[in-house]
């Protein structure tokens, strides 16, 4: 649990009746973890799904037991850390600033040498997971869920990839490989084994998604098998 116990130093620094903003929750990232890249990345993605996903209830103004539950799915929290993890919940929601530079200020937290950060799209599925948690992903949900992903730089194509293992599911599993219907099934075996190298555990965990959070990397490989394995059974019959 490095990750929470992270959390915690991070926490520590904000008194506890003092006002607290996430602005300064940013700039303790940058000032504790600055000299270690790795670990600041890390710190900076559990704060983002922990603080997005707030602010993504506070968009929607609805927070259902539903997606509680999927809030506490995504991050395994011993009963010692809960408080610290809610207290940053709680913080990220009463926040006056809009989700908007919160979210580009992580963007730049999580950049590597390249300008780029994987993790981003691993937060927005995160995100995906709990707005989806009460059956449905509301009209408010998915335009913020469009706006993180827009600020974090993904593709018109990468957001759809995601917003498409959420919401259509076994409807279009095409859609969730990312294929045509017409692809051929060498085509069709091709994206799915590059997609399975790409979301092997030891893949994510070396870019920076703590072990904590290793419950999107299973739910994301469980919608890949069984869209492949939808299409596959399909061109067998």
């Keep these: 649990m490095q990750i929470l116990s992270n959390l915690n130093t991070l926490l520590q620094a904000i008194p506890a009746g003092g006002r607290a903003s996430l602005e300064a929750i940013l700039e303790s990232i940058r000032a504790l973890f600055g000299g270690d890249r ?4 890390r710190v900076a993605f559990g704060v983002a799904v922990i603080a997005l996903s707030a602010k993504m209830a506070k968009a929607d103004g609805i927070v259902s037991q539903q997606e509680i539950t999927a809030f506490r799915q995504i991050l395994e929290i011993p009963p010692e850390e809960m408080r610290n993890v809610f207290r940053l919940y709680d913080i990220a929601q009463e926040d006056i600033a809009g989700f ?6 992580l963007r730049a937290l999580c950049r590597d040498e390249d300008g780029d950060c994987q993790l981003l799209a691993d937060v927005l599925d995160g ?3 709990i707005a989806k948690a009460d059956g449905l992903v509301h009209e408010r949900e998915l335009a913020f869920l469009a706006e993180i992903g827009r600020i974090f730089g993904l593709t018109e194509q990468e957001f759809a990839r995601i917003k498409n293992r959420h919401i259509l599911g076994a409807e279009n599993p095409y859609a969730v490989l990312g294929l045509d219907p017409d692809a051929p099934p060498a085509e069709t075996r091709a994206r799915y084994l590059s997609l399975v190298r790409e979301n092997h555990p030891d893949r994510l965990s070396a870019r920076g998604v703590p072990d904590e959070f290793m419950f999107i990397a299973t739910e994301r490989m469980k919608a890949i098998n069984a869209a492949y394995h939808s299409i596959s059974g399909k061109t067998a019959a």
């Design 127 to 129: 995100l995906f997971h």
């Design 38 to 41: 790795e670990t600041r990345r």
């Design 100 to 105: 908007e530079i919160y979210a580009a200020r």
